[in-house]
């Protein structure tokens, strides 16, 4: 008990010598010894990692998980170490909702068949996005909250523990100062006119123990600066550790990158295979329409909707037009058969170079000007495109379109 009663008021000593030193620092009436420039450059290099790092890893969890009441309770869970409880995603319930409505609606019905269809599309959409949660919880969110729970820790540790070394050097300097310059007053010759020999006696024991002073003081000054020494090497070696980590955190991103990009074109797909399937049950739905609506305005002629641009029809019908070669029906454009209409053409801007994956394309170039018109049974997502005597296909995507 009396070790321990020591070493709590060894403790307390130490704590109230740093918080003087501390304080006289702030007030300007101390000396502080300053890092060199390197040292405070990895210091500033550490700290603005650490904040970036702590803004990324926040915005993408909410990228990933919008809900923030689903993310708190994520968090929770992972703070008691319980393994997160499988969450529905928004398109696998949508799909759920469309399941449901088409068996009420019958699913032989033109809009049963279609919520069953949409629906499957969209809980194939739910499992891409739940994968590509998966995949960049583990190989982008892990690695990040990794280094802040971590390795930032550790960093912080090590340099609280420097800056304690740094205000016991400092203070044992402050020490010596006071010391010397008591042992040199001290040590003053006396004027021995006017000072008794009692006095200078003990003028010259004061100066012996001043002497002692400034030696013990010297020698903590030598062990505070070791300790000081060795402290800023551990911490300098952590701090220079931060790049490795950007160089993990960059192999981190590209992989995030890539499940992305897969998810991205995993949705495409989905949404271009649906697009393909509504197209072939175009006919059934425009039949339907026709019995259930007898009061529908008639549609308008085919020629007619293709002279029109922005009447382009989402779901593309595949009529028989006079006129217009077969090969077009059939999805295959030769660009000698085809003839623009006599009206409906408009002017556009090319936004991107576009290079022609075959001889029905027509190669383009950013910023010029063609002339486009749409054709009956064309995918809605390409136009017929001319420049000159060329013709061919081009990209909506890759165009500006004029009035």
Not at 103 to 126: A, H, S
Request: hydrophobic share 40%.
């Amino acid at each position: 008990m009396e070790f321990n009663v020591k070493k709590l008021a060894s403790d307390a000593g130490v704590f109230f010598s740093r918080a003087m030193q501390f304080t006289e620092e702030k007030l300007g009436q101390a000396e502080k010894t300053e890092l060199d420039a390197h040292f405070e450059n990895l210091l500033a290099r550490a700290d603005c990692t650490k904040n970036w790092t702590e803004k990324i890893l926040r915005q993408t969890e909410v990228l990933l998980q919008p809900n923030p009441s689903a993310r708190v309770e994520e968090f929770l869970y992972e703070k008691l170490d319980r393994k997160v409880p499988s969450r529905v995603t928004n398109g696998e319930l949508l799909a759920q909702y469309m399941t449901e409505a088409a068996n009420d609606f019958g699913p032989g019905t033109p809009y049963g068949k279609t919520l069953i269809k949409v629906g499957e599309t969209q809980r194939r959409l739910g499992a891409a996005e739940r994968e590509f949660i998966r995949s960049a919880s583990i190989n982008f969110l892990t690695p990040l909250r990794n280094f802040l729970e971590g390795d930032w820790r550790t960093i912080s540790k090590e340099r609280r523990i420097l800056q304690n070394r740094r205000l016991d050097l400092d203070a044992c300097k402050a020490r010596v100062k006071k010391a010397k310059a008591a042992e040199a007053k001290a040590a003053a010759v006396p004027d021995f006119q006017e000072t008794r020999p009692r006095n200078y006696v003990l003028s010259a024991s004061a100066s012996a123990l001043w002497s002692d002073e400034v030696e013990k003081a010297e020698h903590e000054l030598r062990l505070t600066q070791t300790e000081f020494d060795r402290q800023a090497e551990v911490t300098r070696l952590l701090l220079e550790g931060i790049s490795s980590t950007h160089v993990n955190h960059l192999r981190c991103l590209h992989e995030f990158v890539e499940s992305q990009t897969n998810y991205y074109a995993q949705c495409y797909q989905f949404m271009l295979d649906l697009q393909k399937q509504l197209g072939r049950f175009s006919g059934t739905f425009v039949g339907n329409a026709e019995s259930t609506s007898p009061a529908a305005a008639p549609s308008p002629p085919a020629a007619a909707a293709a002279a029109t641009l922005p009447a382009v029809p989402t779901i593309p019908v595949v009529p028989t037009v006079v006129g217009v070669p077969n090969t077009v029906a059939e999805g295959v454009l030769n660009p000698s058969e085809v003839k623009p209409p006599t009206s409906g053409t408009r002017r556009a801007r090319v936004l991107y170079d576009y290079e022609a994956a075959d001889s029905t394309e027509l190669a383009l170039l950013a910023d010029e000007m063609i002339t486009v018109y749409s054709l009956p049974g064309m995918d809605p997502d390409w136009l017929i495109g001319e420049r000159g005597n060329q013709k061919g296909k081009v990209p909506v995507t890759y165009l500006e379109l004029l009035s």
